[in-house]
């Protein structure tokens, strides 16, 4: 076939590509009138808590997908965090870390046991189902300051100085101060302080 001029043809490859591009963009709906009540459909698998080897963590499976919507269900959970590049909503629940994914996966981190993971897992299905029910979720509040004291706690604790500060806690007080990003701490990107890295990440947007 001809071409236009000013067209080019594209490779099986490139129409994938953007095809896909384009569903990620229309995945931006944020109208929470168009969700659906949500299910877990499934425990997929439990497992140790890489931090905590006495603790677990559990994969589910959220149906149907939130999508977009995901974005603005935020400000349904006092200390949660939506990443755009992850697409998922980190939400901080004491010692608990879960992750909802806009895909659907949910994965909660330093769970007990089962009886543990499924409370939490209905809690957050009930907070979710509440919310579309009425179509509204509340607007964006004056966020919790996070303290010296809750970043500290979920530091290393080692003092090892590679951030260049004294210790743990003068890092946490340069963190809150806004004098340093979490990437100074490299001990953060060690397996074992998996949570702790997304437990300070949710912290870390309440500066
Ligand atoms: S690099 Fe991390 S563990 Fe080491 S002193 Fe700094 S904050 Fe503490």
Redesign the pocket.
């Known amino acids: 076939m001809k071409l236009k001029e000013g067209t080019v043809r594209l490779s099986e490859h490139v129409r994938k590509f953007l095809k896909d591009k384009i569903e990620k963009d229309e995945e931006k709906i944020v109208d929470l009138s168009q969700a659906k009540p949500v299910e877990i459909t499934e425990i997929r698998k439990l497992m140790p808590c890489v931090a905590d080897p006495s603790m677990s963590r559990i994969v589910a499976n959220m149906t149907p997908p939130l999508g977009g919507i995901l974005k603005i269900l935020e400000p349904l959970f006092p200390r949660s965090r939506y990443l755009d590049k992850k697409r998922s909503l980190m939400i901080q629940k004491d010692d608990i870390i879960i992750t909802i994914y806009s895909s659907g996966k949910v994965s909660i981190g330093m769970i007990k046991n089962e009886t543990e993971a499924n409370k939490v897992l209905e809690e957050l299905r009930n907070t979710i189902n509440e919310a579309i029910k009425i179509g509204v979720v509340p607007a964006p509040g004056e966020k919790l300051k996070t303290e010296v004291m809750e970043i500290y706690r979920y ?2 604790q ?6 260049k ?1 004294q ?2 806690y003068s ?1 946490a007080v340069k963190l809150i101060a806004g004098e340093a990003t979490l990437e100074k ?3 953060l990107k060690e397996a074992k302080y998996a949570a702790n890295q997304e437990h300070l990440q949710v912290l870390t947007a309440y500066i």
Do not use: Q, V
Request: glycine content about 6%; hydrophobic content about 25%.
């Open positions: 530091l290393p080692t003092n090892c100085g590679i951030c500060e210790d743990c890092f701490c490299k001990l």
